[in-house]
C-alpha cells in the first residue's frame, strides 16, 4: 500500500521512518518533508512537492496517486479540516476533524470543555479583548499566572508570568500588538501551577483508547528549565515522574471523561490524544490538549515503538481499534535532543551546511530525525529553528542521554546549540 504523511518536520519524519518499516507498505510519500525524508536509505520514503497547507494538492495527489493511508502530522492543516477533506473523498486519513482539532486549536474551548467534563485544570477566566484581561489583572492579587492566547501559535503562544508586571506585558504582546496574530483574538489567564510537566499520548477511535508511555518534553530554550518557551528542546520516554498509579488516574480521570465529553459536544475524537499534564502536590492537573503526535515527543516514542504503526493507524481510521493488540514497547528508554539554530525562538539564519550527519548514524541506537532542514547544491543545509532531533536508545535514562550527546558532538554548523540536560529529571 501507499501511504502519505503530511508535513516536513521531526516528527513527520519519524512516523514515515516508522511507517517504512511495516511489511505491508510500498511506498511513503511526504508532503513537503525534508533533507532527511528525503534521503532514508534503504527505505521507501521519499519526498513531494506540495506544502503541508495546500490540502486541495494534497487531495489531488492522493487520487492521482492510489494512496491509501493519509497521516496528518501537524496541527494546522488539522484545525484546517485536512482530515474532513480526504474522507468526504473516500480516503482514509488519521487525524481528528476540524471540529474535534477545536480541542488543540482554541484553548477557549479546551479550557471550557475540561470545566465541562469535571477533568482536573488550572483556574481560569477567558477574554475577548486586551481591556477585560488588564482589568481582571488589575483588581485582583499580583500572584504568578499564566497568559496563552487562544489560537495556534506554534508553541510559543503560552506565557509563564512571575507578576502583575509580566502578565500585562503578556496580555499587550497577546491581544494588544497581536503578536501571534489571529491567535491572540481570544486568551485566558490562568493560575501558574507548580510541579512538573508530562505529556501522555493515547490513540483512540471514538470509543477504545490505546495509551503510549508517558515523556516529558522540555519547552524553555535553556537548561535549568530558563528561558522563553519553544516548540520543545528536547524529550524523553519513559518517565519515572508518571507512576503506574498516576497513568490509570489520567485514563480514568482525563483521557476517558475527555472522548465522551466530545462525542456529547458532537465533535467524536479519531487519532491522537496528547494531554499536557501539570504533576502537583494537589494531584494531576490538565495545562492542555494536543490532537496530533508531539514533536519532539513523538521521535523516543517511535524510537521504541515494536508494533506495526499502520495496523493501528488504520484500525482508528476504520473505527475497529478493539481489534488491535495492545502496542508493544522496547523496554529500553529514549531521548531526543533538539538541535537548534542560533536566535531559535526568535530569528534566525538559515541555509548552513550541516556537517557530521554520517559520523552520528554509525553510533548503534542512534537515530538523527531532521526537521529544519533542506537540500542545497547536494548539501544539507539548516532551513528553520529547531534543525534536528538526535534520538538514541540505552539500557537506562543516563545510558540513553549519553548516547544521545555523543551523536550530537558529532554534528556542527555555524550557531548550533543545544539544551544539555534533557532528561536530567528523571535522575533526581
Known amino acids: 500500500m501507499k501511504v502519505l504523511v503530511v508535513g516536513g518536520g521531526g516528527r513527520e519524519h519519524a512516523l514515515a521512518w516508522k511507517i517504512g518499516q511495516s511489511p505491508r507498505v510500498d511506498q511513503v510519500f511526504v508532503a513537503p518533508g525534508n533533507a532527511g525524508t528525503s534521503t532514508e536509505d534503504d527505505s521507501p520514503v521519499m519526498n513531494v512537492a506540495i ?44 487525524g481528528p476533524s476540524k471540529l474535534a482539532s477545536e480541542l488543540e486549536a482554541s484553548k477557549v474551548f479546551c479550557k471550557n470543555l475540561l470545566r465541562h467534563a469535571d477533568i482536573p485544570t488550572a483556574e481560569f477566566q477567558t477574554f475577548h479583548d486586551c481591556k477585560g484581561a488588564v ?16 489560537g495556534l501559535a ?21 491581544a494588544g500588538n497581536r503578536e501571534f496574530g489571529e491567535a491572540g483574538s481570544q486568551l485566558v489567564v490562568e493560575e501558574r501551577l507548580v510541579g512538573q510537566e508530562a505529556s501522555i499520548l493515547a490513540i483512540t477511535d471514538g470509543q477504545t483508547i490505546l495509551t503510549m508511555p508517558a515523556a516529558q518534553d522540555h519547552k524553555p530554550a535553556f537548561d535549568g528549565d530558563r528561558g522563553p518557551n519553544t516548540g ?3 524529550a524523553y520516554s519513559p518517565t519515572p515522574l508518571v507512576t503506574e ?8 480521570k482525563v483521557l476517558v471523561p475527555t472522548v465522551h465529553q466530545m462525542k456529547r459536544s458532537r465533535r467524536p475524537f479519531r487519532g491522537v490524544l496528547y494531554a499536557g499534564l501539570m504533576i502537583t502536590k494537589q494531584g494531576l492537573k490538565v495545562l492542555e490538549y494536543n490532537v496530533r503526535f508531539g514533536d519532539p515527543e513523538c521521535q523516543p516514542l517511535m524510537m521504541r515503538l515494536q508494533s506495526d504503526l499502520v495496523d493501528v493507524l488504520e484500525a482508528t481510521v476504520e473505527g475497529r481499534l478493539d481489534e488491535v493488540a495492545p502496542m508493544q514497547w522496547d523496554p529500553r528508554p529514549s531521548i531526543c535532543v533538539v538541535m537548534a539554530s ?16 554520517d559520523e552520528a548514524a554509525k553510533l548503534p541506537d542512534v537515530k538523527v530525525f ?3 532542514t533542506a537540500t542545497q547544491d547536494g548539501q544539507v ?22 548516547q544521545a550527546y555523543t551523536a550530537v558532538k558529532c554534528i556542527r554548523w555555524n550557531g548550533a546549540w543545544c539544551r544539555k540536560d534533557i532528561s536530567d529529571k528523571a535522575l533526581l
Open 154 to 174: 506554534a508553541g510559543k503562544g503560552v506565557i509563564v508570568c512571575n507578576n502583575r508586571e509580566e502578565a500585562l506585558a503578556a496580555v499587550n504582546r497577546i
Open 381 to 402: 543545509v539548516t532551513n528553520g529553528g529547531r534543525v534536528l532531533g538526535v534520538t538514541a536508545l540505552g539500557d537506562t535514562i543516563s545510558a540513553a542521554k549519553l
Open 342 to 357: 542560533e536566535g531559535y525562538p526568535g530569528s534566525y539564519d538559515k541555509g548552513h551546511a550541516i556537517r557530521g550527519l
Open 245 to 252: 498509579q498516576i497513568m490509570r488516574s489520567v485514563e480514568e
Open 51 to 94: 506544502s503541508d497547507h495546500d490540502i486541495p494538492a494534497q487531495l489531488e495527489f492522493a487520487k492521482q496517486n492510489n494512496i491509501r493511508l493519509v497521516v496528518i502530522g501537524p496541527e494546522a492543516p488539522l484545525a484546517a479540516g485536512a482530515a474532513d477533506a480526504f474522507s468526504e473523498a473516500g480516503i482514509p486519513a488519521f
Open 370 to 372: 531532521h526537521a529544519g
Open 232 to 234: 520543545g528542546m528536547g
Open 135 to 150: 482589568q481582571y489583572l488589575t483588581d485582583r492579587e499580583d500572584v504568578p499566572v499564566v497568559v496563552k492566547a487562544d
